[in-house]
């Protein structure tokens, strides 16, 4: 029992390294930093995707109670930019860019003005924000769900090779479960409604399906019919464990 329950621990410690690194390293990972104002800084934090019923609001937080800015913002395909002056809250600026139709994708910039110097955030190139429609809790609780049950089954099954009495099958069965409700399901009920294309036809696949999800589903498939036709089961767990993580690193969604 103690040796399950550590090889289950080992495998969600796993599963989070990954995804905090797939996190940081994404390209949806936010855009960040901090400016020297030379008597006080000024730092920021936009994101790049945002799923919204109200716009996306810009916020910058300084040091300083001189801040004045403008939030400069259009779409990418737009080439007159639109200027809103920032809303200032003790040190907070903000202001907010007004809701767009999915996939519509927004460059901004915030200009700040302080001791009669301007600054703008980001310091090198605009700001790029793609607007998607907010998405209900309990899909994002079950698509979430799914996919890291998905991975830390995947990753608990190469370990079972560790186990006194593997049961490599009956995990790898779950894990096919798992991926199979996570890109057949929710994956794609999410993609549907973050897009607006529930209840609207002639959609293509590829905006439903994504990358990532259809190969985590391979991966699972692949690997569950190795090791229920090989007798290696031990490599081909360890196999598909490493393969579904990389997938998970690096694969689009």
């Given at each position: 029992?103690?040796?399950?329950?550590?090889?289950?621990?080992?495998?969600?410690?796993?599963?989070?390294?990954?995804?905090?690194?797939?996190?940081?390293?994404?390209?949806?990972?936010?855009?960040?930093?901090?400016?020297?104002?030379?008597?006080?800084?000024?730092?920021?934090?936009?994101d790049?995707?945002?799923?919204?019923?109200?716009?996306?609001?810009?916020?910058?937080?300084?040091?300083?109670?001189?801040?004045?800015?403008?939030?400069?913002?259009?779409n990418?395909?737009?080439?007159?930019?639109?200027?809103?002056?920032?809303?200032?809250?003790?040190?907070?600026?903000?202001?907010?860019?007004?809701?767009?139709?999915?996939?519509?994708?927004?460059?901004?910039?915030?200009?700040?003005?302080?001791?009669?110097?301007?600054?703008?955030?980001?310091?090198?190139?605009?700001?790029?924000?793609t607007?998607?429609?907010?998405i209900?809790?309990?899909?994002?609780?079950?698509?979430?769900?799914?996919?890291?049950?998905?991975?830390?089954?995947?990753?608990?099954?190469?370990?079972?090779?560790?186990?006194?009495?593997?049961?490599?099958?009956?995990?790898?069965?779950?894990?096919?479960?798992s991926?199979?409700?996570?890109?057949?399901?929710?994956?794609?009920?999410?993609?549907?409604?973050?897009?607006?294309?529930?209840?609207?036809?002639?959609?293509?696949l590829?905006?439903?399906?994504d990358?990532?999800?259809?190969?985590?589903?391979?991966?699972?498939?692949?690997?569950?019919?190795?090791?229920?036709?090989?007798?290696?089961?031990?490599?081909?767990?360890?196999?598909?464990?490493?393969?579904?993580?990389?997938?998970?690193?690096?694969?689009?969604?």
């Open positions: 029992m103690r040796k399950s329950l550590l090889l289950w621990l080992s495998a969600i410690i796993i599963v989070f390294i990954v995804s905090f690194a797939q996190h940081i390293t994404s390209n949806e990972f936010p855009v960040s930093g901090t400016v020297d104002l030379g008597k006080g800084n000024v730092s920021f934090s936009f790049k995707i945002v799923h919204s019923k109200n716009g996306y609001q810009v916020l910058v937080i300084g040091d300083s109670s001189s801040l004045h800015g403008k939030l400069l913002w259009k990418e395909t737009d080439s007159a930019w639109q200027t809103i002056v920032m809303k200032d809250s003790a040190n907070f600026l903000f202001a907010v860019i007004p809701q767009q139709p999915p996939r519509t994708k927004v460059d901004f910039r915030v200009q700040i003005q302080d001791n009669n110097k301007t600054y703008l955030l980001p310091v090198k190139e605009n700001a790029k924000l607007f998607f429609n907010s209900p809790d309990e899909i994002n609780q079950f698509y979430f769900i799914t996919l890291f049950a998905g991975l830390i089954l995947a990753v608990r099954t190469a370990l079972e090779s560790f186990s006194d009495k593997p049961k490599i099958k009956k995990l790898t069965v779950f894990t096919a479960i991926f199979f409700s996570f890109t057949f399901v929710f994956s794609t009920v999410k993609k549907g409604v973050e897009i607006g294309a529930i209840g609207k036809g002639g959609v293509p590829s905006d439903i399906f990358q990532r999800s259809v190969l985590l589903f391979v991966v699972s498939i692949f690997t569950l019919i190795l090791i229920f036709n090989t007798k290696n089961r031990k490599f081909w767990a360890s196999a598909g464990a490493i393969i579904t993580l990389i997938v998970f690193l690096f694969a689009k969604y």
